[in-house]
């Protein structure tokens, strides 16, 4: 034991650093908000209201493969389709019960299309079950309401799209030069 942490446990510097941060911190004013009045903004890459998301076009980008539904460790999300008439698949329902969702993201990260999104909307709250249960339609108009223009496209590139500067060699990387795989 060095003569340090004895005079440490001698003399208790550690209560006193901290007995003299609450004094110092005591009569200061808190810092509280009035919620309803003064709203806070939410962090970007928040895990909010569930929105699905369109294409420039404004047509919904989920073709129905259904691995949001596989990957969802609660089982809200519940994925219908049918068959088209040029035989492509159609999602005819696309259903979350917001109710169950653990807000993981899981079915953001799993969808290849880029498909579904966790919008920064936080303030939603109803007396009935019913008004939590999303719809295909709800969850489109989400996406207008929370993520049109920009903002989705914004949302995808900074958190869920790995972009190719991700995927390059870095200076101290080592690297075959002149290797061919034909031969």
């Not at 005591?26 to 569930?50: D, I, S, W």
């Not at 989705?152 to 200076?171: C, L």
């Amino acid at each position: 034991m060095k003569a340090k942490d004895i005079i440490k446990r001698v003399l208790l510097l550690e209560i006193i650093q901290g007995m003299a941060l609450t004094l110092k911190t005591m009569f200061t004013k808190a810092v509280t908000r009035q919620y309803p009045e003064e709203p806070r903004a939410a962090m970007p890459g928040f895990r909010g209201l569930h929105a699905l998301s369109k294409d420039e076009e404004g047509v919904m980008k989920c073709v129905g493969c259904g691995l949001c539904a596989a990957v969802c460790p609660s089982q809200c999300i519940k994925i219908f389709t049918a068959q088209g008439l040029n035989h492509e698949k159609v999602v005819e329902r696309y259903e979350i019960d917001t109710l169950k969702c653990l807000f993981c993201a899981y079915c953001v990260e799993a969808c290849p299309y880029g498909a579904i999104a966790l919008t920064e909307h936080y303030e939603y709250s109803d007396y009935s079950k019913e008004s939590f249960y999303m719809d295909k339609d709800k969850l489109l108009e989400n996406w207008d309401k929370y993520m049109s223009g920009d903002k989705g496209n914004e949302y995808f590139k900074r958190f869920w799209k790995p972009m190719s500067i991700d995927f390059n060699t870095s200076e101290e990387q080592a690297v075959f030069k002149g290797w061919d795989n034909n031969k």
